[in-house]
């Protein structure tokens, strides 16, 4: 790794960070949802293509972390993403 890799990923890292800080703080922006849902998912392909296609990095710890926080992560917004839908659906209904 050169500087301008690891800065790369450092940027692209806080980048992530902005998008994710955001959607908590105005959870029901399904636009920002989908764009963090989304950078979990590359999270996991990332780490996930550096193990099995690249094989740059081992299943150490180090690389587990990343790959189970953004399994989870996309699990648990998978399953928040039904509860925004209805939460839309109920609002709509309303307002007719």
Known sequence: VNGLQARTFGVWTLLSSVIRC??????????????????????????????????????????????????FSIMGMLIGLQYLEVEALSQNKKKN
């Open 22 to 71: 955001l959607c908590a703080i105005d959870i029901r922006n399904r636009t920002l949802y989908h764009i963090t849902l989304f950078t979990f998912f590359l999270a996991l392909a990332h780490f996930l293509s550096e193990v099995f296609v690249y094989q740059t990095a081992a299943l150490t710890v180090g690389v587990m972390a990343p790959l189970m926080v953004a399994s």
